[in-house]
């Protein structure tokens, strides 16, 4: 059966409130003064991302996906497959029927860079429409930069510490004006209430 091709028909910058990155012990990296650093560059690496809503066409109706973008990357910082690499949480707690994306890499100028589209069903829409105060959206990497620097650089390898460190969550939350935003992008697409 051949793949329905999908026109993207609206592609929407998002502006999140705050980012975070945390070890996969959820524990978050911290400076020399031990204060919690939320994004982290590692020579050509980072943990900061771009993040976009994006709208395509098909017969079946509009697809709505949550699509962040990370690079470089390579075989040392990339992507976590070996566990649910995505998640949403809503405020405060995990929506655990997130379990459809994409993953897809390509070659550009700088070099390789990381896709992650999440799909937003209906009804995820419609639960993140009722959020009070937060929208998180992480994803799981596998660094070995992160892994061996900063406050990491001290670990054994293959510790539990060395691998909480090379295994972490980096995300972006919206909340206030910028969940609003989201919110007013995503209402269209949600599952019309029953009359």
Same mark, same amino acid.
């Given at each position: ?37 939320? =994004?982290? *560059?590692?020579?050509? @690496?980072? +943990?900061?991302? %771009? &993040?976009?809503? $994006?709208?395509? !066409? ?54 390789? =860079?990381? *896709?992650v589209h999440i @799909?937003? +069903?209906?009804? %995820? &829409?419609?639960? $993140?429409?009722? !959020? ?17 620097s900063g406050e ?44």
């Amino acid at each position: 059966m051949a793949r329905e091709v999908q026109k993207i028909t609206v592609t929407q910058p998002l502006t999140p409130t705050r980012y975070f990155l945390l070890k996969a012990d959820g524990d978050p990296f911290k400076d020399d003064k031990k204060q919690p650093i939320v =994004t982290l *560059n590692t020579g050509r @690496y980072t +943990t900061k991302f %771009t &993040i976009q809503g $994006i709208v395509r !066409a098909g017969t079946s109706g509009p697809r709505v996906t949550l699509a962040m973008q990370l690079g470089p990357v390579d075989r040392n910082h990339h992507l976590n497959r070996d566990i649910q690499p995505t998640g949403l949480d809503l405020d405060g707690t995990a929506l655990s029927f997130i379990n459809t994306f994409d993953s897809f890499s390509f070659r550009s100028a700088d070099g390789i =860079t990381e *896709n992650v589209h999440i @799909y937003l +069903t209906p009804a %995820t &829409i419609g639960k $993140i429409l009722a !959020a009070q105060k937060e929208l998180a959206v992480k994803f799981r990497l596998e660094s070995v930069p992160l892994g061996t620097s900063g406050e990491c650089a001290t670990t054994v390898s293959g510790s539990s510490k060395q691998r909480s460190c090379g295994n972490p969550y980096t995300g972006v939350v919206f909340s206030g004006k910028e969940l609003a935003a989201l919110k007013n992008f995503l209402k269209p697409y949600a599952s019309p209430s029953p009359s």
